[in-house]
C-alpha cells in the first residue's frame, strides 16, 4: 500500500513518521532509463550509417613488413636467418628497407643473451636514425620447473610471462 492513514486512535494531530516504502517511483525511473539504454546501446555498438563518397585515384594503403633483427645467446646477431656481422648491420637493414629509416625493426633476443649485445644493437639502430624499435617478447607463461631451475624455487611465484612489449626509442 502506498499511503496510510496518518493519525490513528491515539489523539487528534498526532502524527506518525510513514513506515512504508514506496517503490512505484523506482520503479518508474528503473523502467524509464532500461528504455533509453535499449535504445542507445545498438547505436554505440554500430556507429551511424555513412554513404561514403568514391574516389578514383585513391590506392589501397600496403603496409610493410617489419625487418627482424635477432641476437642470440651467444650474441650473434641475423636480420632474418641470415647471420650478420655488427659493422654490416645497419647498411643491410638500410638496404631491406630501401633506405626508409621510419621502418620498424622488430628485435628479437633469446632470454639468456647478453643485456650489452642487446643495447649494443639498439644503440647502433639508434644512432643511425632507425628509432622505430620494437622488443618482442614471448606471451607464452614458462613452466614452473624451468623457472625453478633457473632461478630457485622460492622466487617462481613472483615471475610472470611478459605480455609482447612494443616501445620507440626516441
Do not use: C, W
Request: glycine share 8%.
Amino acid at each position: 500500500m502506498a499511503f496510510s492513514s496518518q493519525s490513528q486512535g491515539g489523539g487528534a494531530g498526532l502524527h506518525r513518521p510513514l513506515a512504508d516504502i514506496n517503490v512505484t517511483p523506482l520503479v518508474d525511473v528503473m523502467l524509464v532509463l532500461l528504455i533509453v539504454f535499449m535504445i542507445t546501446a545498438p547505436m554505440l555498438a554500430q556507429g551511424l550509417k555513412v554513404d561514403l563518397p568514391q574516389a578514383k585515384a585513391s590506392q589501397p594503403v600496403n603496409p610493410k613488413e617489419p625487418i627482424v633483427v635477432s641476437v642470440t645467446k651467444e650474441g650473434h646477431v641475423a636480420v632474418g636467418a641470415d647471420e650478420v656481422d655488427m659493422a654490416d648491420l645497419v647498411g643491410l637493414l638500410l638496404g631491406k628497407a630501401e633506405g626508409d629509416r621510419s621502418r620498424t625493426i622488430q628485435l628479437r633476443a633469446d632470454r639468456e643473451s647478453s643485456y650489452g649485445a642487446i643495447i649494443g644493437v639498439i644503440d647502433t639502430l639508434a644512432s643511425n636514425g632507425m628509432v622505430h624499435i620494437a622488443l618482442i617478447s614471448d606471451a607464452k607463461a614458462r613452466p614452473a620447473a624451468a623457472i625453478a631451475n633457473n632461478r630457485g624455487a622460492d622466487q617462481t611465484a613472483a615471475i610472470s610471462a611478459a605480455a609482447p612489449v612494443s616501445a620507440s626509442v626516441r
